[in-house]
């Protein structure tokens, strides 16, 4: 798609038009990102409840996302959901809030209460909601280099 | 090529350590009045070197991240038992002791080794750990 930037002298005047064909989730995204600041990913819950089809999901809400034979699952505070995106993809497609902390882990630095290290060299993350997950020893050197440590 | 790095790495670093072990053998002997008495065979430097090699590849017993704790505990007990098993047979195929009380000097240094890095690597996570929970009170969305 063909992208132009005007620039503008103030803020009020700042405006997106995106002229395409059809709406697709890719311009769901770019649109949600540009009102709220924020990439959304479509998902559809696990749950198995009847009528519970794809939606969008603000990547500010994830808390860790989860390889499990070749499934993609994402986790929220409360809820689990699939996508149709692979890890490498999605690694890929979040800011840089997010951090691989293991071959099947991406978790988001910014919903993680506190970490614990182990004798393996191994790190615990313990999740806003409670919830633990592993970040492995190679993984615990790029963590540092995200926070600035 | 991760895991050449890191025998390349415990090559140097127990190689380090043996000539360290070997530094203050020889330091006590010079305190005992048996300075005179120093001195290594041409093959010695080499012999370390080999033998750092060999106590090296047992660290790959150490390597699987998908260890619990418990079995992460066994593996480290078993590298203990690896290491002291290269170490005594290198030090008897390399003549590094001519007595039992030189082994036990050898022994001794070993533990001591051992226990060290041990605690060391384990005071340096609970640094990391500290740093990084310092780090992220700045970074963490409100819940």
């Known amino acids: 798609m063909k992208v132009t930037l005007e620039k503008v002298q103030n803020e009020d005047e700042e405006e997106a038009i995106i002229r395409a064909v059809e709406m697709t989730e890719e311009i769901k995204s770019a649109r949600e990102l540009l009102e709220n600041n924020c990439r959304s990913i479509p998902v559809s819950e696990t749950s198995g409840e009847s009528g519970s089809g794809t939606v969008m999901l603000g990547t500010d809400k994830i808390y860790y996302t989860e390889s499990v034979d070749k499934r993609t699952y994402v986790y929220t505070k409360e809820k689990c959901y699939e996508t149709k995106y692979r890890l490498y993809e999605l690694e890929e497609l979040l800011n840089s809030n997010f951090l691989r902390c293991s071959k099947s882990l991406i978790i988001n630095i910014r919903k993680i209460r506190s970490v614990k290290s182990e004798i393996n060299g191994r790190m615990v993350a313990v999740m806003l909601n409670g919830e633990q997950t592993v970040i492995s020893r190679s993984y615990v050197k790029e963590l540092k280099k995200k926070l600035g440590v | ?143």
């Not at chain 2, 070197?49 to 390597?63: E, Q």
């Not at chain 2, 066994?74 to 047979?89: D, E, G, K, N, T």
Request: aromatic share 16%; net charge negative.
């Open chain 2, 1 to 143: 090529m991760s895991k050449i790095k890191i025998i390349f790495s415990q090559t140097l670093m127990i190689s380090t350590a043996i000539l360290f072990g070997l530094g203050v053998q020889a330091f006590f002997y010079m305190l005992y009045g048996n300075g005179d008495r120093i001195s290594w065979q041409w093959f010695i430097p080499l012999s370390i070197i080999v033998t750092a090699f060999l106590c090296s590849v047992p660290t790959l017993l150490l390597l699987d991240e998908a260890e619990s704790s418990k079995n992460f505990t066994i593996r480290q007990i078993l590298h203990f038992l690896c290491v002291l098993a290269v170490l005594s047979l290198c030090g008897w195929l390399f003549d590094w002791y001519d007595s039992v009380s030189s082994y036990l000097f050898v022994l001794v240094m070993y533990v001591i080794i051992y226990v060290f890095v041990c605690v060391a690597t384990y005071w340096l996570a609970k640094n990391d750990e500290i740093k990084i929970n310092d780090a992220l009170d700045g970074v963490r969305d409100e819940e």
